[in-house]
Nanobody
Framework: QVQLVESGGGLVQPGGSLRLSCAAS????????MGWYRQAPGKQRELVAT???????NYADSVKGRFTISRDNARNTVYLQMNSLKCEDAAVYYC?????????????WGQGTQVTVSS
């Protein structure tokens, strides 16, 4: 099982920035996708951004142009740079790793880190 530990959450004002980090440890297959999801109170967990081992990324429309996902494969770490934060970005952000092997996949999740956007 892969263990994921997020960090970097906190309180920021609207328009501010934060950078989240997620370090993975344990057994991982080389073919994997790392990403960020978030869940606000009363809402479903939603995709924020994902990034392939090769660097190809995709983003939710709501964050495109404001957030940037990146990864350091040597360190098994994924980052989320969040700029121009809005109140609606406030949520618990969860790190995710999807492992692919033999035509199947498996998801592992971090414990979450709180992002609060408030004036």
């Amino acid at each position: 099982q892969v263990q994921l530990v997020e960090s970097g959450g906190g309180l920021v004002q609207p328009g501010g920035s934060l950078r989240l980090s997620c370090a993975a440890s344990g057994r991982m297959f080389s073919f994997n996708v790392m990403g960020w999801y978030r869940q606000a109170p009363g809402k479903q967990r939603e995709l924020v951004a994902t990034i392939m081992s090769g660097g190809s990324a995709n983003y939710a429309d709501s964050v495109k142009g404001r957030f940037t996902i990146s990864r350091d494969n040597a360190r098994n770490t994924v980052y989320l740079q969040m700029n121009s934060l809005k109140c609606e970005d406030a949520a618990v952000y969860y790190c995710n790793v999807r492992l692919f092997n033999a035509g199947a996949h498996r998801d592992d999740w971090g414990q979450g880190t709180q992002v609060t956007v408030s004036s």
